[in-house]
Structure formats: C-alpha cells, structure tokens
C-alpha cells in the first residue's frame, strides 16, 4: 500500500491552543421545551455575542445615544440545540404614544428608528416609560420562578450567578423582520408543569427585543 502524504497539512503537530464558542449551532424551533440555564450576563444592544462581546459597527447602531440594558441568557435543551434570549432592563415610550398624551412634550422629540421612540432633541435618549419597564421586569421575574431561583437574592449580578444550572420549560416563537426570521422565548413555567396546561399560558405581552445574535 502507497501512502501519501500532504505537507501542507498541519494536524495536531502545530496546534495551538485558542479559545472558540462553546455554544451550540443548533437553533430551538417553535414550541415548548425542556431546558438548562447555561450561561447569563449584563449585556446591552451596542454588542452581540456571549462569551467574546462585540461592539457592533456604526452603521448598525441605533440613532439614540442610550444603549438599552439588557440581561442576556442561553437556554440549553437536552439535544444541544439552544436559543439566546435578551431581557431589556427598561421600556420606553413610542413617540406616537407621546404625541397623543402630552404634545407638549412631544414637541421635544423625534420620532426614531423602526419602533417609533420617542428621542429627546436635546440629549438624543428615549424616554423610559415607568409602566413598559415595569412589565419588562415582571417578565424577567417570571422567567426566575419558573427556574425556581429562591425569592431573597439580592443585586443583579447575585441572581445572574444564581441562575445558572437552573431548569425549566420555554416556549419559542418566531418572528419576521427586516426579511429575516428571529426567534424569541415567549413564554416560562417550571418543568413539572403538565402538558395539558402549557395551552391555557398566556403569552406575555411586550415588546420584541432584536438582536438574538449569539456566538
């Protein structure tokens, strides 16, 4: 037997050790499933990325000045398929919203981006509403009971650490936008919820947050 070899073939001779994602490659599809918290960070819409944050490039940073805070989390199912979902730490008022309910502060605004927020003239930053960041966070505590995270955990990045290695169930919808398909979690309950009720779960309401990219 003629063996052959290849000299510009490296191998393992002249490895060298670097680090890549773990994250699997495998996107969750629609539905209900069974999975591990594996990794959460303090993040915001000017990066994507989990394990290496990238600052995006100009082009594809918003016109407002305020990045919107975020805690990111990659839910892991069973058969190495994934999804990363980002919680906003606070929601904002639309410019239309504030038009119709103060037009006098609307007049202090412009109307910004693809959602429509209400953008400062003077500071360019959206105004935050108190009653959308309120629903943000409730979700965001939702999704922690479901995992069984203990009430009493103080600070942020205390409940981060916490969560990890937690499990529950999640529900993956999808979504259109800009031409592309973006998957997001919808919805949260503990494993041992029965099948028969994850129907009669409401969806909860607010807004789409993009930027699903992971590594």
Not at 68 to 91: D, H
Not at 100 to 126: H, I, S
Request: some cysteine.
């Amino acid at each position: 037997m003629t063996t052959t070899t290849n000299d510009s073939a490296t191998g393992f001779d002249n490895m060298v050790s670097r680090n890549i994602s773990t994250l699997p490659f495998k996107q969750l599809d629609e539905g209900w499933h069974d999975v591990e918290i594996k990794y959460v960070l303090r993040t915001n819409d000017h990066y994507i990325g989990l394990r290496s944050p990238q600052l995006k490039k100009s082009d594809k940073l918003p016109a407002w000045l305020d990045p919107t805070k975020q805690i990111a989390v990659y839910f892991l199912a069973p058969n190495n398929y994934g999804i990363v979902n980002r919680f906003p730490e606070n929601g904002f008022w639309k410019y239309d919203e504030v038009l119709k309910l103060n037009p006098a502060k609307a007049a202090e605004c412009v109307r910004m981006g693809d959602q429509g927020y209400a953008v400062r003239k003077d500071t360019k930053m959206r105004m935050i509403s108190q009653d959308k960041t309120d629903s943000c966070q409730l979700i965001f505590l939702r999704m922690m009971t479901a995992a069984g995270l203990p009430e009493g955990i103080e600070g942020i990045d205390n409940i981060c650490q916490a969560l990890k290695g937690l499990k529950l169930k999640i529900k993956v919808t999808k979504h259109e936008y800009d031409g592309i398909e973006h998957y997001d979690v919808k919805s949260f309950v503990s494993c041992d919820t029965p099948e028969a009720e994850l129907d009669r779960i409401p969806d909860p309401k607010a807004p789409v947050v993009l930027l699903p990219e992971t590594e």
